[in-house]
DNA sequence: AAATTCTCCTGAAGGC
DNA sequence: TGCCTTCAGGAGAATT
């Protein structure tokens, strides 16, 4: 499912293609994603060009004159861009078409989203209330420890409250949980400064790391015609549920915190 | 007010 | 092989 560094690569990939070209039709064949899609996108953006594409958490944001394209990616979702020529598959359900090119949706799930708004971006309900960036400079064990205090919840869940910081989701709160040695149940308020700066550092590495890592399996990105472009990275706990820790070998034990399946090495983590 | 539960959906996986 | 059931999960909304 996309995560952050997903939705990063997918922007990077998308960009060079995107930026500049000027949109000649959209086409919405199934607007039932987690919100209707706006019936008037076609009026509203056809010729107009899109200035650039930017990411907050796990939306991507298409900067058109006026006003500005929001799209979220939800559980299943992936973009490709591919040509007029290919017909669209069954979860095909949104273009944005660019002369002979078109930037198509596909999302079987269908929990993601395309919203058009001519609000202020950064104040949009969606994106107003959202926490600090996991890659910015603002992020720190101190951005967490403040969060944390007298909160009772696990630091699980504290990790992935995105009113505190943003696209961290199951997976790599899980993984950057076991590399930073903490156990994910622990009650978030009883956790050090220190200890949450050495988490800060290894979800920045973590994510960093998957960045990196889908970057470089990404090159026919712009060609992608079915393999999305969504990579398969190893992982320490992550679905490794009876596996031997990689580290020290014992098996990998899951238990459910708020209805989220929880990896972790009762050996490695404290 | 923080914490928990519910909800959307379909493909994959497991059981028999 | 095939049908049926269960499960996963991003994140906003609704409850407690």
Redesign the pocket.
Known sequence: ?P?LPEVEITRRGITPTVTGSTITGVVVRNP?L?WPVPGELQALLNGKTVRRVLRR??YLLFDIDQGWLIL?L???GSLRLTDTQVPPQ??DHFDLVFGTKILRLRD????GAVLWTTEDIYTHP?LAHLGVEPLSPEFSGEVLYRASR????AVK?LLMD?TVVVGV???YANESLYRAGIDPRTIAGRISRVRFGRLATEVRLTIEAAIKAGGSSLRDFVHSDGSSGYFQQQYFVYGRTGQACRVCGRPVKVVRL????TFYCSQCQH
């Open positions: 499912m995560e039932n987690r958490a796990k979220h939800g559980m299943s069954k979860h079987p799930r269908r929990f969606l007298g909160r009772t919840a869940q995105h989701g199951n997976i708020g209805q989220r399946s």
